[in-house]
């Protein structure tokens, strides 16, 4: 279900709209990430059908019984909606930012002024928080290949905007961290 939305963006809309002009294509795997990583979406949704197997191992296997402790799924509830929010939060600007603009552009508002991958740091945090919600193994597990992909979505964006952007982001680089403020 979750790969529904990234499925009709990236693949659907485009074969539907063959009719449309190709900048608006050219927009939409910019603000994917395609132009920095061809790719990276075909691993992504991969590792969200992965993700159906939280569901087995909290509703049938329960590979790890231990995990499940009211408190962190608690926990993982709260970071579970802090991340959404943050997310829908990134997509409001990244919307704003592809929708006005015939080139695009530097984001250094909203969630973007605090860190330069907002979406990307939600993203970890919402598989984390999946993994306490659902206290499974499978889930920690998946932290782990999620975390591979998505900081090499990172480093490999940050080479696309060096080269898009140049002086500019670099001074952006420095004055904001990449996906936890004061940290990394």
Do not use: C
Not at 71 to 79: R, T
Not at 108 to 119: K, L, V
């Amino acid at each position: 279900m979750r790969a529904l939305p990234v499925l009709w963006e990236m693949v659907l809309r485009d074969i539907l709209s063959q009719a449309k002009a190709s900048v608006a294509v050219e927009w939409r795997r910019e603000r994917w990430g395609s132009n920095a990583a061809p790719g990276w979406v075909s691993w992504a949704l991969v590792l969200m059908v992965a993700d159906l197997a939280v569901f087995l191992d909290y509703g049938h296997w329960h590979l790890l019984p231990g995990l499940e402790q009211p408190i962190a799924q608690a926990l993982g509830l709260l970071l579970h909606v802090a991340a959404a929010l943050w997310k829908r939060w990134t997509d409001r600007y990244l919307g704003a930012a592809f929708a006005e603009s015939v080139r695009p552009m530097l984001m250094q508002s909203g969630p973007f002024r605090y860190i330069r991958h907002p979406f990307y740091a939600g993203a970890l945090l919402d598989k984390v928080a999946v993994a306490l919600v659902f206290a499974s193994i499978v889930g920690w597990l998946l932290v782990i290949p999620w975390a591979v992909l998505l900081l090499r979505q990172v480093r490999l964006e940050e080479l696309h905007l060096r080269r898009l952007f140049g002086q500019e982001y670099e001074t952006y680089a420095r004055q904001t961290a990449r996906l936890l403020p004061g940290v990394f």
